[in-house]
């Protein structure tokens, strides 16, 4: 797997290419992230690379925590997560080693990964895109109601029980999503900040993960190639 970092979604902004086009940007503060262990395919059965990024008080830790991050000779962090990597690649990292924004320098593309908004409980066009009933006389007040939705049955094509996977109303938001292929438009090391094309998921000051594009869109696939 490509290379992950965690950092903070500070808000979005635009900036303008040489020929005067604004583009609207996402500003993430991306690390410095701490390799709190590393996994081998000996100790764990599998090869990953754990990161911790964000400063977390004693007060409010675990001692579980504390003493795990303290073997890598670091500070309690707020957040760990882990990110696999090719068999033998994970001699290239060490426990206490820190990643930053300089670790990215020459990428492209990137998927960044969050916890999109939540919108609480939603009904069929909010939620589905459903166009409602019509608006016309005659019709109740019901519009935005998603119309029959019995018809299917079961799995089994009767009974009286729903098909699963009917669109309904319910909570909607606040899951994990990942946004792929997005364009790194630039970055400052200094700052520690990167900034990239389009919005991506989570309210301001919430974590994201950015890894190197895994899977890019055949178009941006087929710009690396013609700049190669």
Known sequence: MALMMLGTKLGMTRTYTPEGVSVPVT???LGPCVVTQVRTKAKDGYTAIQLGY????????????IQHDAKAGTTPKRYHREFRVAEGDEAKFAAGQTLTVKDFEGTKYVDVTGTSKGKGFQGVMKRHHFKGMFASHGTERKH???????SLCSNRGYGGGLKKGKRM???MGNERTTCRSLDVIGMDVEKGVMLVKGGVPGAARGMVMIRVATRLYKSKAKKLLAKK
């Open 169 to 171: 109303p319910g909570r």
């Open 54 to 65: 964000g400063e977390a008080k004693a007060s409010r830790s675990t001692i579980p925590v």
């Open 144 to 150: 935005r109601s998603p119309g029959s939705i019995s």
């Open 27 to 29: 500003v993430i503060a």
